[in-house]
T-cell receptor, first 113, second 114 residues
Framework: DAKTTQPTSMDCAEGRAANLPCNHS???????VYWYRQIHSQGPQYIIH???NNETNEMASLIITEDRKSSTLILPHATLRDTAVYYCIVRALNTGTASKLTFGTGTRLQVTL | NAGVMQNPRHLVRRRGQEARLRCSPM?????VYWYRQLPEEGLKFMVY????????ESGMPKERFSAEFPKEGPSILRIQQVVRGDSAAYFC????????????FGPGTRLTVL
């Protein structure tokens, strides 16, 4: 799986949009971009994933550049409960089987009042 | 729908004892993954199992660690003769069949070796 690079930490004011960048310049054509977060030692929580089109769900939006070398996770209205470590993961999906997640160091997002 | 369940949530063992960690996947999920998170470190993949089969154990230490996912019952991660370096949070995840299969994580078991 391709390597990802994320900022170590970010701050965001409550109610504002949190934009978390991820660089994955070596991504292959069959690799998806996944985002998970881990809130204070809890089990990681799936947020969203995408291949090349932008994606949106009830939690967040995922914007992937046209060349797929980078992406941005957007939390449109951050709350204090969004304070967590956010992991950007590039993952190949093999036909008929699932594959492991390779977690990097992630971005520690601190949402403040 | 119940999520992924792990027990015990906290486990204390003395050096040399055995630790057994259990994971019940979400209903309908046939894939189970185990990850380990050492203190102040990121999560590391250990093993991936389907019912009665180990698919990928590339992250498992070669000695003392084993995992199983029997036809009936939970998945078990077993650590024999624990050492202090085994102290960590162990997370289990499950996923359903299919290509677009996000993994759902349990709350973890925190193992402390005295």
């Amino acid at each position: 799986d391709a390597k990802t690079t994320q900022p170590t930490s970010m701050d965001c004011a409550e109610g504002r949009a949190a934009n978390l960048p991820c660089n994955h310049s070596t991504i292959s054509g069959n690799e998806y971009v996944y985002w998970y977060r881990q809130i204070h030692s809890q089990g990681p929580q799936y947020i969203i994933h995408g291949l090349k089109n932008n994606e949106t769900n009830e939690m967040a939006s995922l914007i992937i550049t046209e060349d797929r070398k980078s992406s941005t996770l957007i939390l449109p209205h951050a709350t204090l409960r969004d304070t967590a470590v956010y992991y950007c993961i590039v993952r190949a999906l093999n036909t008929g089987t699932a594959s492991k997640l390779t977690f990097g160091t992630g971005t520690r997002l601190q949402v403040t009042l | 729908n119940a999520g992924v369940m792990q027990n015990p949530r906290h486990l204390v063992r003395r050096r040399g004892q055995e630790a057994r960690l259990r994971c019940s996947p979400m209903k309908g999920h046939s894939h189970v993954y185990w990850y380990r998170q050492l203190p102040e470190e990121g999560l590391k993949f250990m093993v991936y199992l389907q019912k009665e089969n180990i698919i990928d154990e590339s992250g498992m230490p070669k000695e003392r660690f084993s995992a199983e996912f029997p036809k009936e019952g939970p998945s078990i991660l077993r650590i024999q003769q624990v050492v202090r370096g085994d102290s960590a949070a162990y997370f289990c995840a499950s996923s359903p069949e299919g290509l677009y299969n996000e993994q759902f994580f349990g709350p973890g078991t925190r193992l402390t070796v005295l």
